[in-house]
């Protein structure tokens, strides 16, 4: 079975801002890894959001977040 990305979710997560709390406003990347894990460990919000945080962790978590600013840079947001 071949996984294939849905390039047009990347896209979306890419420009997700944090929609509440302390971070208000800040893209999903730019928040702290202390932040990401602490929701982990008190579960994240459902839905998007909430699978949002968890790629985003694990984004960071792997070092690929230059790849995240990288495609921000390229694909504004119209």
Known sequence: ME???????????????????????????DLPIPYLVWFKQKGFPEGKLGDYLQTILDIKSNGLEPMIRKLRKEFPKD
Request: aromatic share 14%; glycine share 4%; hydrophobic share 35%.
């Open 3 to 29: 996984i294939k990305p849905d390039k047009q979710e990347l896209l979306k997560l890419v420009h997700y801002k944090m929609p509440f709390g302390k971070y208000k406003d800040r893209y999903l990347v």
